[in-house]
């Protein structure tokens, strides 16, 4: 799903973004994020902070570079993001990043009796 939100980025510009770290990137960034996600109660304010910041960085670290200095941190930056992807799954467990498969981190109170 998070893959094809993002091609719109590729076509409209496509020297930009070099395809195939891209979408390891983007992947990889969607398994970081959904952890994030059903790790805080779903709190989106951490979710859109984090991909802000994850944008943020990618833009700052890219700009200065040209030809294949920026291939190869397109590659570097791929690579580091699937490491981090890979471990989040170590340590939350594959069962832990879908939502419907989650224990629920805290229990709701009980409505009082009346």
Do not use: C
């Not at 959904?34 to 790790?39: P, V």
């Not at 984090?50 to 890219?62: G, I, P």
């Not at 291939?71 to 580091?80: H, K, N, P, R």
Request: no cysteine.
């Amino acid at each position: 799903m998070w893959l094809p939100w993002h091609l719109p980025e590729l076509v409209s510009d496509r020297g930009e973004r070099p395809l195939a770290p891209f979408v390891i990137y983007i992947l990889a960034t969607s398994v970081i994020l959904a952890w994030l996600y059903n790790s805080t109660q779903a709190s989106l304010p951490i979710v859109i902070l984090f991909h802000a910041a994850f944008n943020t960085f990618t833009k700052f670290f890219l700009s200065g570079l040209r030809g294949s200095h920026y291939i190869v941190a397109w590659w570097t930056l791929a690579g580091l993001v699937a490491l981090l992807a890979l471990a989040v799954v170590a340590y939350a467990g594959s069962q832990n990043l879908s939502r419907g498969q989650t224990k629920p981190v805290y229990e709701p109170a009980e409505a009082p009796a009346a």
